[in-house]
């Protein structure tokens, strides 16, 4: 099953002390890149957390927010920075000297100056939060990878229609094709005719370079080529694993196909059906830009 890179998932695992909320959102992107964020005191487990949503993708640009919350009230601590209090309580007194205030100086006071009082979480035990917080993040990415699956069918079915749509036109040259081809050969015929009335010419010669003139006017070779890319694009989308740079390179294949057959086309009907193949292909290659 083909996936999209977009996608979203949210879990909140709480076992009463502890509550983690994780949130993941999936973009398409050339490579795998994951830009984390969490508290700091979960630093150490960033390698774990990339690890854990590695196994559920492959590429693509993945932004994921981790919230955490600890309600143990034991693990924070009041603390007071006494040399930075020592420096205002001097200060307020040169003031007070300098300027012969009334000394009010107080405890009150100096506690309200900043970082002189504190609070401060106790250093936890990662391994044992470790636990939980994985839940969250396991269950944060298969939600992700549900929604990511049920973009990629949607991605699948629409490239399948687009993919229809070009068959159906193939025909239509297949058809104009076998009627403009001897059209081609017979005008070709005619013109020279014209232009070598007077002058003796080799008949079996002539025969070949018209023969030579008229294939490079086909485009058969590029029908075929083309149909065989679509085959195999279509052989991508039902496999399991990630294709989206195999079908990258399967639409250029496909748009260069078109391009000669533009080039060499020789019927303005055949061209112009040419050009819808080409608008049809570059529609899929669009939808390609955000499979995984």
């Known amino acids: 099953m083909i996936k999209s890179m977009t996608g979203f998932g949210r879990?909140?695992?709480?076992?009463?002390?502890?509550?983690f909320l994780v949130e993941m959102r999936g973009v398409n992107h050339r490579y795998l890149d994951m830009n984390i964020r969490m508290p700091k005191s979960l630093m150490p487990v960033e390698d774990r957390v990339r690890k854990v949503i590695s196994g559920?993708?492959?590429?693509?640009?993945?932004?994921?927010?981790?919230?955490?919350?600890?309600?143990?009230?034991?693990?924070?601590?009041?603390?007071?920075n006494q040399y930075l209090a020592k420096g205002y309580v001097?200060?307020?007194?040169?003031?007070?000297?300098?300027?012969?205030?009334?000394?009010?100086?107080?405890?009150?006071?100096?506690s309200r100056f900043p970082d002189v009082v504190f609070t401060e979480e106790k250093e936890e035990n990662i391994e044992e939060i470790w636990t939980l917080m994985a839940e969250a993040v396991n269950e944060a990415a298969r939600k992700m990878l549900e929604m990511k699956e049920v973009e990629g069918a949607?991605?699948?079915?629409?490239?399948?229609?687009?993919?229809?749509?070009?068959?159906?036109?193939?025909?239509?040259i297949k058809e104009k094709d076998k009627e403009v081809i001897p059209l081609y050969k017979e005008r070709l015929e005619?013109?020279?005719?014209?232009?070598?009335?007077?002058?003796?010419?080799d008949e079996s010669r002539l025969a070949l370079e018209i023969a030579l003139y008229t294939d490079k006017?086909?485009?058969?070779?590029?029908?075929?080529?083309?149909?065989?890319?679509?085959?195999?694009?279509?052989?991508?989308?039902?496999?399991?694993?990630?294709?989206?740079?195999?079908?990258?390179?399967?639409?250029?294949?496909?748009?260069?196909?078109?391009?000669?057959?533009?080039?060499k086309s020789v019927d303005i009907e055949i061209t112009n059906h040419v050009l819808l193949i080409k608008n049809e292909i570059e529609k899929i290659r669009e939808q390609m830009q955000n499979i995984e």
Not at 154 to 172: G, P, Q, T
Not at 190 to 201: A, F, M, Q
């Open 11 to 19: 879990a909140m695992v709480d076992d009463g002390k502890r509550s």
């Open 190 to 201: 005619n013109r020279i005719t014209e232009l070598l009335e007077s002058v003796p010419v």
């Open 217 to 263: 006017a086909s485009i058969d070779e590029e029908i075929t080529r083309l149909l065989s890319h679509m085959d195999q694009m279509e052989r991508f989308l039902d496999e399991s694993v990630p294709v989206g740079r195999k079908l990258d390179f399967l639409a250029q294949e496909m748009n260069r196909e078109a391009n000669t057959m533009a080039s």
């Open 90 to 110: 001097d200060i307020l007194k040169n003031l007070r000297d300098e300027f012969m205030l009334a000394d009010d100086i107080s405890v009150s006071l100096v």
């Open 56 to 80: 559920y993708l492959s590429r693509g640009k993945v932004d994921v927010f981790i919230t955490y919350r600890n309600y143990a009230k034991e693990d924070t601590v009041v603390k007071s």
């Open 154 to 172: 949607s991605l699948k079915n629409d490239m399948l229609v687009k993919a229809d749509e070009i068959r159906k036109i193939v025909e239509k």
